[in-house]
């Protein structure tokens, strides 16, 4: 499991980054991160959800709407195949950037 951590945070830092969406609620997007894991995919989330960081509690903003709070990164090269699989997941709580 080590070994494994250690291989990704080295190729993590040479791989450039892209969002391909983001989703409405957190456990659909762990739910579509595990999915993509699980078919090789090298990807994380980035949690926009404020205050609260990884408890993922969101509260209702006097600046707007906390909707896709949960954005989904992958290496650049991945992210289009990353993408349709996440589309297929997520349905209607998934918004995709087109990567």
């Known amino acids: 499991m080590e070994q494994n951590k250690k291989e990704f945070e080295e ?3 040479n791989d450039t980054w ?7 609620d ?3 997007a762990d739910h579509i991160l595990d999915a993509l894991r699980s078919d ?3 990807a994380v989330l980035k949690n926009r959800s404020g ?3 990884d408890l993922g509690l969101t509260l209702t903003s006097v600046f707007g709407s906390a909707e896709g709070a949960y954005e989904i ?3 650049t090269d991945q992210a289009e195949d990353a993408s349709k699989i ?3 997941i997520g ?6 950037t087109n990567a």
Do not use: N, Q, R, V
């Open 11 to 13: 190729s993590a830092t």
């Open 18 to 24: 892209t969002i391909i969406g983001s989703a409405s």
């Open 26 to 28: 957190k456990l659909m």
């Open 40 to 42: 090789g995919f090298k």
């Open 51 to 53: 205050y609260f960081g």
């Open 73 to 75: 990164l992958t290496p």
């Open 86 to 88: 996440a589309e297929m």
């Open 91 to 96: 349905g209607d709580s998934w918004e995709s």
